[in-house]
């Protein structure tokens, strides 16, 4: 099995914080997003860089991984967990047989739960209930719009002639609309199967929303950040901006400050009975450079110009 890097996933030091990893996670699903980008391999990438989102964004994963990672570097022929190895309490997803359909064989030997069914349970001659299984389910905010069907695949250890055996199992899942992050969705009876004519256990299906690349979740509401440059700010302009289900025109007034907030009803995530609202979050940005001629009219500008925007710092004596 091969060792992931999830810093050189996304890019970043060891030692990064928060903030940085956030930014790297979302340039990199920006660019390799299935929606933005058809190459082959980028729905691949994509799904490996939301990996080590998901690992790196947790303190107790991200301290886990810290671990292995020194243990893993040092193999010559290929990753395997370290003897003994279990992942620490609140680290991992429950039910790692499920887990394996949504991430990788790497991710799954360091956080899967390794619990499957001893064969002690077979041999108890009561009825016995099956075991639930746990699946984290990851949805794009996209698919969250209307009811959609996805093939869920996990497997279960069942009894075979005395023995434990893996069986892969796939069901063909109706997911609702407006599906939020957290939700857990049951599915009766889709879980281990009980013992000794003991009725099977459920399938939990645990909603993860995919983080996007450009918008940011409040509720039912979306948040994007639009740039623009300080004459568009100035003079006002007219900008093209992305929503879920299509791009639309926003008109920015002259004047425009940052952090000025326009809100684009019914663009946001929608339930049965609830639709909300995207915000368009105005960020003036400076260009990273600018030319002799723009650096003289920027001096005219300021030469000509009254404005003092530092005037509520002023105290009188």
Known sequence: M???????????????????IKAAYRKLAQKYHPDMNQDEGAEDKFKEVA??????????RRAEFDELRKYGRQSKSGFT??????????????GSSAADADFSDFFNSIFGSGQGFSGANFREPQSTRGQDVELELPIFLEETLAAFKKVVEYTLNVQENGLIKPLK??????IPQGVADGQRIRLAGQ??????????GDLYLHVRLVPHPMFDVSGHDLLITVPVAPWESALGTKVTV??????????IPPNTQTGKRFRIKGRGLKTRSITG????????????????????????????????????WEVSS
Request: hydrophobic residues 30%; proline residues 8%; aromatic residues 8%.
């Open 51 to 60: 990996e080590a989102y998901q690992v790196l964004k947790s303190d107790s």
């Open 242 to 251: 992305p929503t879920l289900t299509g791009k639309i025109s926003l008109t």
């Open 81 to 94: 967990p370290p003897p003994g190895w279990q992942p620490k309490q609140g680290s991992g997803f429950q």
């Open 169 to 174: 199992k796939h069901l063909n899942v109706t």
């Open 2 to 20: 091969e060792f992931k890097d999830y810093y050189q996933i996304l890019g970043v030091s060891s030692d990064a914080d928060g903030k940085a």
């Open 277 to 312: 609202d995207l915000y368009a979050i105005v960020k003036v940005v400076m260009p990273d450079k600018a030319s002799v001629k723009a650096a003289e009219h920027w001096q005219a500008l300021a030469n000509s110009e009254n404005f003092n925007p530092r005037t509520d």
């Open 191 to 200: 879980g281990g199967p009980g013992t000794n004519k003991g009725a099977a």
